[in-house]
């Protein structure tokens, strides 16, 4: 039986800036204008439904209303209703139409959980993946340097192709994720794609 680290993303109420880690995925935000004002929603295209069914819940749990749907392609897609508390993120997270990394943002082990829910997966035994947006190859390095700044250097690979992600691998820095992104949700197909020491 493992022990639920202090700093673990389980350990602190949920939050709608937790979701900025889908942002550091492959995730999008969009302002929509509406007849009740403006608002935002973020959404992210994942491969598996648990991840879906994982970040459905964290949005829940940050008093968003979730939605699951399915792409063209028939891949699970997870978002947000249109709300106006999303604003402020879709805002610092766009430059014209272009996703950017905000200066400040730093992942926290809310913001890790849900970047690993959705774009987490292991490459070997001692390295794990954490996916970045192929279609943002500007935010590829700001990220790496994001984790740098919370103590888990990462190594930027496959930025010319389909998947990029950022590889973390050592015991001390996978160590530091581990203890950060908490237990893998229930799904056992979770438990396969989770990092782990």
Same mark, same amino acid.
């Given at each position: 039986?493992?022990?639920?680290?202090?700093?673990?993303?389980?350990?602190?109420?949920?939050?709608?800036?937790?979701?900025?880690?889908?942002?550091?995925?492959?995730?999008?935000?969009?302002?929509?204008?509406?007849?009740?004002?403006?608002?935002?929603?973020?959404?992210?295209?994942?491969?598996?439904?648990?991840?879906?069914?994982?970040?459905?819940?964290?949005?829940?749990?940050?008093?968003?209303?979730?939605?699951?749907?399915?792409?063209?392609?028939?891949?699970?897609?997870?978002?947000?209703?249109? +709300?106006?508390?999303?604003?402020?993120?879709?805002?610092?997270?766009?430059?014209?139409?272009?996703?950017?990394?905000?200066?400040?943002?730093?992942?926290?082990?809310?913001?890790?959980?849900?970047?690993?829910?959705?774009?987490?997966?292991?490459?070997?035994?001692?390295?794990?993946?954490?996916?970045?947006?192929?279609?943002?190859?500007?935010?590829?390095?700001?990220?790496?340097?994001?984790?740098?700044?919370?103590?888990?250097?990462?190594?930027?690979?496959?930025?010319?192709?389909?998947?990029?992600?950022?590889?973390?691998?050592?015991? &001390? &820095?996978?160590?530091?994720?581990?203890?950060?992104?908490?237990?893998?949700?229930? +799904?056992?197909?979770?438990?396969?794609?989770?990092?782990?020491?």
């Amino acid at each position: 039986m493992s022990q639920l680290s202090f700093f673990s993303a389980e350990s602190v109420p949920p939050a709608i800036a937790d979701l900025t880690g889908v942002l550091a995925a492959p995730g999008q935000a969009v302002v929509v204008a509406g007849p009740h004002g403006q608002g935002a929603r973020l959404s992210v295209v994942v491969d598996r439904m648990w991840r879906a069914e994982a970040l459905a819940e964290r949005i829940a749990g940050a008093v968003l209303e979730p939605e699951i749907a399915r792409t063209d392609e028939n891949t699970p897609l997870v978002r947000t209703a249109v +709300d106006p508390r999303l604003v402020a993120i879709a805002v610092e997270w766009t430059r014209g139409a272009v996703k950017t990394v905000p200066p400040q943002w730093l992942p926290g082990p809310r913001e890790l959980r849900a970047w690993t829910l959705a774009a987490g997966s292991p490459e070997a035994e001692d390295r794990y993946l954490l996916g970045l947006d192929p279609h943002a190859p500007d935010t590829h390095s700001a990220l790496a340097s994001a984790m740098m700044r919370v103590g888990i250097a990462p190594t930027l690979i496959g930025t010319r192709g389909a998947r990029p992600a950022l590889r973390i691998s050592g015991r &001390r &820095r996978l160590s530091r994720l581990v203890e950060n992104v908490g237990e893998p949700p229930a +799904d056992p197909e979770a438990l396969s794609q989770w990092p782990r020491i």
